[in-house]
């Protein structure tokens, strides 16, 4: 089942904050998805039913176990992992990859490799940036004008004294999607650990773990129209042997070995339902099914009213588009990040805001390639992100608004 702009429409109606802001555009997905009516109440429901810790002897809390095993469940279903065992929850996608490279770097020597890259978003380059302090070595693969990662510097930097990869699938700054074989190729060869960060991807694309072969992956339930969660997936057997910080009491096995304190239950079973969501939008006997099939149409839905934007918006006198273009056969996040004239990104935003378009301005954390493409100085970008629930109605108000900034 395509995924057309009478779905769109329909699909408005899940959405109380479309309801409740009819004159808002949300063009922010990048920063935080609106969420779905199923979602607001499965969140209550937990408040109202099962709202005690989990692991007791009596019914509520035997509930609320079945309830974070269904969503462990679930969430693993999303990602193509194996099962639930291989999905940890977290505060936020920062807070499990601050974990997560504090365990791993207990593991690393003196001079052991780290690479990071120079497109991704501080969430995915500060928690490894940090081992420096324990005497790693933390290279950059560069980032090219073209708003891509360079190839060749990405092979020449991963050696044998690579030890681990943290990767973005895909930019939030920029909406590249990254060569992930190429990284599991390289990375395969000297041995390496891959991570990936996914908050940007996961909206977007349907995500399989074990095609891609990742060692770690981690990605943010308010993204794909669900609370603030983060979640981490880990390859079985790659979190078990982890020096992670955590209580003695605790259990020491996948997935809660990364855990720490108790978990916020009723978001979690709102990301439980913000991918059961998702999966009503598609078609197939499994749940699995549905969702890919559901990913995949809504994913050619955003790409062309993200390439039609694209289009249009480049042809604006003034604007500068940038990162890479939506050339037939390039996978592309729908994510367009422009400058406009003298105006800076944050002026823009505003009079945009004035006219109840919601669009980001700034360096939304990707500190490193606003500033290696020099647009640091004049205030970064300005973001337009498309998410399942926009229109080509609001992108054309907002090319409006652009004409008349520029
Ligand atoms: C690509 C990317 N990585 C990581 C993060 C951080 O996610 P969280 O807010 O869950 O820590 C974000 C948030 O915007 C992001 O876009």
Known sequence: MAYTREHCLRCRQDFPALIKNPGLAFLDGPGGSQVPRVVIDA???????????????????????????????????????????????????????????????????KDDEVLVTQLDHEGNRGPWLGLQERGVIVREVQLLESGELDPADMAAKITPRTK??????????????????????????????????????????????????????????????GPHVGVLYSRPGALDQLPTDRLSVQDP?????IETGTLNHAAIDGVRAA?????????GSSLRERIVDAMTHISAYEHSLAKNFHDAVRRIPGVRVYGPDFAVGRTRAPTVSITLGKATAAEAATALGKQGICVWDGDFYAARP?????????????RTGISMYNTQDELNRLLTGIEKLA
């Open 253 to 257: 096995a996948a997935p809660y070995r």
């Open 275 to 283: 991918v059961e969501y998702i999966a009503s939008w598609g078609s």
């Open 370 to 382: 606003v500033q290696v493409l020099g647009l640091h100085e004049r205030g970064g970008l300005l």
């Open 164 to 225: 681990l990869f943290a990767i973005g699938a895909s930019a939030n700054s920029l909406g590249t999607v990254n060569d992930l074989g190429l990284a599991r190729r390289l990375t395969r060869e000297v041995g390496a650990l891959l991570v990936i960060d996914a908050v940007h991807y996961a909206p977007h694309f349907p995500i399989d773990v074990q095609a891609l072969d990742c060692d770690f992956l981690l990605c943010s339930g308010y993204k794909f129209y």
């Open 43 to 109: 969140i209550a429901d937990v408040y109202a039913s099962c709202n005690v810790n989990t692991h007791g002897n009596f019914a509520p809390s035997q509930e609320v176990d079945r309830r974070m095993a269904t969503a462990r469940s679930v969430v693993a279903t999303f990602l193509g992992a194996p099962s639930g065992a291989c999905i940890s929850f977290g505060q936020s996608m920062t807070t499990l990859s601050f974990n997560l490279s504090a365990a791993i770097g207990r593991t690393l020597k």
